[in-house]
């Protein structure tokens, strides 16, 4: 699955448009690399995104093209979420 769909339908981000721009911007990593929106991500990949002053980290557990709003939590697990001092 695509990097920006992944994170819509995950809904980490509410909207697949503003998930390419987060990804073009260089804030998000894959696997310890800068990701492009059409990277592919697969179950056990590692990302990595960049919220201003948020910083969180995830292991992609699934990857459904569709998922009800409620179910979208199970498709990654938090591995970290730290505070970035500016």
Request: glycine fraction near 4%; charged fraction near 35%; hydrophobic fraction near 35%.
């Amino acid at each position: 699955m695509r990097l920006d769909k992944f994170l819509k339908v995950s809904r980490i981000i509410k909207r697949r448009t503003m998930a390419k721009e987060v990804c073009d911007s260089g804030r998000v990593t894959l696997n310890s690399r800068p990701a492009k929106p059409g990277s592919e991500v697969k179950a056990g990949d590692v990302l990595e995104l960049d919220f201003g002053s948020k910083r969180i980290k995830v292991e992609v557990l699934d990857t459904p093209s569709t998922v009800r709003a409620d179910q979208a939590k199970d498709l990654y697990r938090p591995l970290e979420e730290t505070r970035v001092l500016n």
